[in-house]
T-cell receptor, first 113, second 110 residues
Framework: DGGITQSPKYLFRKEGQNVTLSCEQN?????MYWYRQDPGQGLRLIYY???????QKGDIAEGYSVSREKKESFPLTVTSAQKNPTAFYLC????????????FGNGTRLTVT | EDQVTQSPEALRLQEGESSSLNCSYT??????LFWYRQDPGKGPEFLFT???AGEEKEKERLKATLTKKESFLHITAPKPEDSATYLC???????????FGKGTSLLVTP
């Protein structure tokens, strides 16, 4: 079955360490996205990529970095510069149609202490 | 700037008690309005896309409607398994990503 796989489901890190969240999709979608979700807040866009080797900052990109070397993969690195990294991170993808719905993975919950 | 406001923040219903969730939006040209369902600890699950005022879509006990300023998600005779957070999002003419509201947390009790 096609879908989006995020791993790991839970991730724990010490403050000051960089950490990379994995996102893989086998839906043959061109566009991929990273959102952050905090309690009581909507999903906020971190980065998005419409094609391989190209990506754009979203509303809250500071302290994050991404790469898009393969169509199937869009890893997110949470750097030590991110002031409040503890959150639920969601990866999504969609095909070229700009009216197409996003398909989401099941998220990674990152806890930084 | 696009804005999406969902109300109420939380809603508690008895099983069988129909109600509606609201999504008000301000956007510079609407390309689509999307409804998602999210269960705790999971990613959002797509429900509906609405493109123009007057459009309606249905799926089981859910019906989504759209006007020029807001969308409603009507839940008819809900069951406990309908308990979830319902998210509304808009895609504008100039945007490449969905802009989400904060969601409505629905609890349906037996």
């Amino acid at each position: 079955d096609g879908g989006i796989t995020q791993s790991p489901k839970y991730l724990f890190r010490k403050e000051g360490q960089n950490v990379t969240l994995s996102c893989e999709q086998n839906l043959n979608h061109d566009a991929m996205y990273w959102y952050r979700q905090d309690p009581g807040q909507g999903l906020r866009l971190i980065y998005y990529s419409q094609i391989v080797n190209d990506f754009q900052k979203g509303d809250i990109a500071e302290g994050y970095s991404v790469s898009r070397e393969k169509k199937e993969s869009f890893p997110l690195t949470v750097t030590s510069a991110q002031k409040n990294p503890t959150a639920f991170y969601l990866c999504a993808s969609t095909d070229r149609g700009r009216k197409s719905p996003l398909h989401f993975g099941n998220g990674t919950r990152l806890t930084v202490t | 700037e696009d804005q999406v406001t969902q109300s109420p923040e939380a809603l508690r219903l008895q099983e069988g008690e129909s109600s509606s969730l609201n999504c008000s939006y301000t956007v510079s040209g609407l390309r689509g309005l999307f409804w998602y369902r999210q269960d705790p600890g999971k990613g959002p699950e797509f429900l509906f896309t609405l493109y123009s005022a007057g459009e309606e879509k249905e799926k089981e006990r859910l019906k989504a409607t759209l006007t020029k300023k807001e969308s409603f998600l009507h839940i008819t005779a809900p069951k406990p398994e309908d308990s979830a957070t319902y998210l509304c999002a808009v895609l504008s003419n100039s945007g490449y990503a969905l802009n989400f509201g904060k969601g409505t947390s629905l609890l349906v009790t037996p």
